[in-house]
């Protein structure tokens, strides 16, 4: 009924991918209040950003942790702050401390956060975003190519998409779309084993066999007859598996037909996302993408699934933070997680992902705050705000869309309270953040070697499991889990399969099925998806569930983390 | 007539029919890129008459069905209470206080864009039972927000990001660079890009 008309409340930005949709929160009624699109329209709301307005109602803020709590022998016992902190001190016991912060958070947060622990004798940072993403924007800042300007998509001459680009940041498809309708000719590659939705729109689709993202972009990019041809050989450890002719044979066709449409390129676009499971080789893939997109004279554009993951990446640089891998070879110290959901974000089980874990703060509960001995509130991202590095790699302030609810400290506070509990004097206040945002001068790291592990032969019956982005999820869904849309309408999970798959094993359309791996199993219904090429399944790389089938493994040494493509099997529920 | 207000009598047997609406809603078949945005925002809609805008698989692609506010509805006719009604705006809507649930227009019609699977509340309350005691979920082209702003747009089409979601005058389609078929709108090679 449209009994009530809304009133506008605030106005702000989406920060869940670097898309920066504008959104409104809307009082309808007394006391509804929503997550609206403007008016008129603006780019778009995708479902992540309505769960993001969403969640600041009333019936969710309902399940939203406000204050301290502790689990003593199973029971939940609510805290003062003080006594919070002065548990988690206790907890360290005077020994060392790893705090594992949401790197999606505004630059400032970030920042303030790095000034406490480096003050902080007994504490190191580590800046938490998505470990495929992390190398990949170290590979695109190696590369030196320049990030596409929003202005700068109407002049492209070219786009080659890697991954599930349209599901990571739906609003990129309207300027892709715009640029082709004013030139039909203007080729449009699509790199995705995952057969996301651009994969229809492609004008040449280059096959890719499930984790081969850079063979078959070294075969995209080392068009032989062109004059440029060095952009992909020039990556060097990029191509380190190009060789493998099984793969090359496979794709060739396809891929020499996309590199030839991309040749003439003068103003080429590179528009990529990192998606989880698919890879080892993400700093090599944004490095040759990267170096491609310079040779054509064009630019690169990271979708990523937090807005911020470039700048932190940036501050872990400048600031010599520690990453992931690194922070979790770290076994004796005690770990804190400040946002995200590290158990979720590993694909770890809730005993691997919290092991040491004393505490974990979140606006909403998580697999992390759910395993945790002391729980701590934080703020929703819509109720910060400051700087993000959002599209084009822009520093744009963004408001807060609603103050934190009262008492609910920001991560920087929660940090200052324990530090100074721990006997550290305040550090100086960090200077201006924007010096901080500037572009790594770093190189491309060295390869390094692929963990052991399960490396398990795949059976006749078997077919490889990708994870790809989908647009409902945003990150490893702690935030859009708690929506209704997402637990409601979309209760059922998509168990993408090509139609040859589904055939050969009696499968309709929607019908539920159960995925197995050797690592767990995974419910959901089955899409019969008409872009995967038969062998794959495709499952939403935001659900811990998903993930578990595939966890992401340390590198020897801490070089890095890696999950890969697994054999799993695929049966009929009745 | 302010649009929240009662809607006039169902337009059958009621006299001159209401004017033609103004300004529907059409879907670029090559832009889709099945994102469900748009029904993500409609079924978020505190204000509307449920989630009206659900996709449903048409071969190879995964499109939102949407109403077409048909000149001569055939849900107003099936609608054996009068609850689903032709407004004076030429909007076709349900009213809530008399929808009993029986699923009469949803089989009525000939669009299957109020089809049980789609957007009837069974959905939405994850409910086995397809419609008694439920109401169907229909389309009014967010009313409360073309109140607030006559420049403003339904959800579903401020929230599409890749533009496919065009909120249109109904005519003339070809001043309006539309290559209309039914209530889609498709580019020059139609389905080329999706069967490629
Ligand atoms: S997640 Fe990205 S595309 Fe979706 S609403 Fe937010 S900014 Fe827009
Ligand atoms: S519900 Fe169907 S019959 Fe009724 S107006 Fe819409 S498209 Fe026409
Ligand atoms: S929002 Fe637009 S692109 Fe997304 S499913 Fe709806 S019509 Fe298609």
Known sequence: ?574 | MSPTSVPRAPSAGAGAPPPAIEKRIVLDLDRCIECNSCAAACFLNPAGAGPAVAPARAGAALLPMLCRQCASPACVDACPVEAMVRDDRGVVRRRAFRCIGCGSCSRACPFGVLGEELGGLRTFLRSKDAFSGRLMAKCDLCQDRLAADPRAEPRCVAACPSGALRFVETAPPAAQDLDLLGGRTVGQDLFARRTR
């Open chain 1, 1 to 574: 009924m449209s009994s009530s008309a809304a009133t506008a409340e605030a106005a702000g930005l989406c920060t869940l991918c670097p898309g920066a949709c504008a959104m409104q929160l809307a009082r309808h009624g007394d006391f509804m209040l929503r997550g609206e699109v403007p008016l008129t329209n603006r780019g778009g709301l995708c479902p992540r950003g309505s769960a993001l307005g969403e969640v600041l109602d009333p019936p969710s803020a309902a399940r939203r942790i406000l204050v301290p709590q502790a689990r003593d022998d199973g029971r939940s016992v609510l805290l003062s702050f003080p006594d919070a902190v002065e548990r988690v001190i206790q907890a360290t016991a005077g020994g060392e401390i790893t705090v594992f912060l949401d790197g999606n958070l505004p630059a400032e947060q970030l920042q303030a956060a790095a000034a406490w622990t480096a003050a902080w004798r007994n504490a190191d940072l580590c800046l938490m975003i998505e470990p495929a993403e992390r190398d990949l924007l170290i590979g695109l800042e190696s590369s030196g190519a320049p990030y596409l300007e929003p202005s700068a998509w109407a002049g492209c001459d070219g786009f080659l998409l890697i991954g599930g680009v349209f599901e990571a940041n739906p609003t990129c498809s309207r300027r892709i779309f715009e640029r082709r309708k004013s030139d039909r000719k203007v080729p449009l590659v699509v790199i995705d084993p995952g057969g996301g939705a651009a994969c229809k729109f492609a004008s040449h689709r280059a096959a890719c066999p499930p984790g081969r993202e850079l063979a078959v972009l070294s075969a995209v990019a080392i068009e032989p007859a062109s004059p440029d041809a060095p952009a992909g050989r020039a990556c060097g450890p990029a191509v380190r598996r190009s060789e493998d002719s099984e793969v090359l044979a496979e794709a060739t066709l396809t891929a020499k037909a996309a590199g030839a449409a991309l040749k003439s390129c003068s103003r080429l676009a590179v528009v990529v996302t990192a998606e989880y499971g698919r890879s080892a080789d993400w700093a090599a893939i944004g490095c040759l993408a990267g170096r491609l997109a310079k040779a054509r004279g064009g630019s690169v554009a990271p979708q990523t699934s937090g807005a911020n993951a470039l700048a932190a990446v940036r501050i872990e640089h400048r600031l010599g933070t520690l990453p992931l891998a690194k922070a979790l070879l770290r076994n004796g110290d005690v770990r804190v997680v400040l946002g995200g959901d590290l158990a979720a974000l590993l694909g770890w089980t809730q005993e691997q992902g919290t092991r040491g874990l004393a505490a974990a703060a979140a606006a909403l509960p998580n697999r992390t705050t759910q395993a945790a001995r002391i729980v701590l509130p934080m703020p929703l991202p819509a109720e910060l705000s400051g700087t993000y590095l959002l599209e084009g790699s822009r520093a744009v302030t963004v408001g807060a869309l609603v103050p934190p609810p009262a008492a609910v400290p920001t991560p920087e506070e929660l940090l200052g309270a324990f530090a100074r509990r721990g006997g550290t004097a305040a550090p100086r206040p960090p200077a201006d953040v924007s010096g901080l945002l500037d572009r790594c001068d770093c190189p491309l790291p060295a390869a390094w070697p692929i963990p052991p592990g399960d490396a398990e032969p795949p059976g006749d019956e078997d077919l490889t499991l990708l994870l790809a982005r989908q647009g409902f999820n945003a990150g490893t869904g702690e935030i859009t889990a708690h929506a209704s849309y997402q637990t409601i309408a979309r209760a059922e999970p998509d168990v993408r399969l090509a139609p040859a798959d589904a055939h050969r094993l009696g499968l309709r359309n929607l019908q539920p099925v159960l995925v197995r791996s050797r690592h767990g199993q995974f419910r959901g219904r089955a899409k019969l998806c008409p872009t995967l090429a038969a062998g794959a399944v495709v499952l939403d790389e935001a659900l811990c569930e998903a993930r578990r089938l595939l966890p992401c493994r340390l590198a020897p040494g801490g070089e890095g983390l890696v999950a890969l493509p697994v054999p799993v099997t695929v049966e009929v529920l009745p």
